[in-house]
């Protein structure tokens, strides 16, 4: 398989994943009285004892985890060869994806924050964005674009976490790593193209 063959494979895993993820939030927020997309976060939906909580978990957090995990997954073919920094940061775009999904189960406690199912899902949760950020940083080595779009994406979600509501501050902050993972595969199929050698023969 090709260089752009992967890359469009693995930006139409990561956007199934970002609608399928949108959807179950929307979907589930919306059977959940008084839910509210501003103050309350995403994992409410998906906690014990709340009503549709499995079904939330696996699609609003198991099967787009596991979607992105098989996109940095073709991503790691796609830089085969390309450099160790490249590679490692595959690798942790892999193990931000799998704690994505883990959220799913080890779903928290909401009548108890302190419990242990409550810090296993912070656990992975840190696990998800902070094995992300240098995974991101490591493949813009690799692409100048990646370097620009992930610079932006990590402003935003700065901005967003200063001035947003919490809730919709992780909701943008969610969202960005869904584009964020999209656009790593395409900008960088995209870069490592085989530049035609100046005035060879058309």
Do not use: K, Y
Not at 8 to 19: D, E, G, K, P, Y
Not at 181 to 197: E, K, Y
Request: without cysteine; proline residues 6%.
């Amino acid at each position: 398989m090709t260089a752009n063959a992967r890359s469009a494979r693995i930006t139409r895993l990561v956007w199934a994943a970002f609608a399928l993820w949108l959807l179950a939030l929307l979907g589930f927020a919306a059977a959940f009285g008084g839910f509210s997309h501003t103050d309350d976060p995403v994992a409410l939906l998906g906690a014990q004892g709340i009503a549709r909580a499995m079904g939330f978990n696996a699609l609003g957090f198991v099967v787009p985890g596991l979607l992105v995990a098989a996109a940095a997954l073709e991503l790691r073919g796609v830089l085969d060869r390309r450099g160790w920094p490249a590679r490692i940061g595959a690798h942790l775009l892999l193990l931000s994806a799998l704690g994505f999904a883990a959220q799913g189960l080890l779903p928290l406690d909401p009548g108890d924050l302190d419990a242990p199912s409550s810090r296993l899902h912070a656990t992975v949760w840190s696990l998800w964005w902070i094995a992300f950020l240098p995974g991101i940083a490591l493949l813009a080595i690799r692409s100048r674009g990646l370097l620009i779009s992930g610079l932006g994406a990590l402003a935003l979600a700065a901005v967003a976490a200063v001035v947003l509501p919490p809730g919709l501050a992780q909701r943008v902050a969610m969202s960005l790593w869904f584009l964020a993972s999209a656009g790593a595969g395409h900008l960088l199929a995209r870069d490592m193209r085989p530049q035609p050698v100046p005035g060879a023969a058309a």
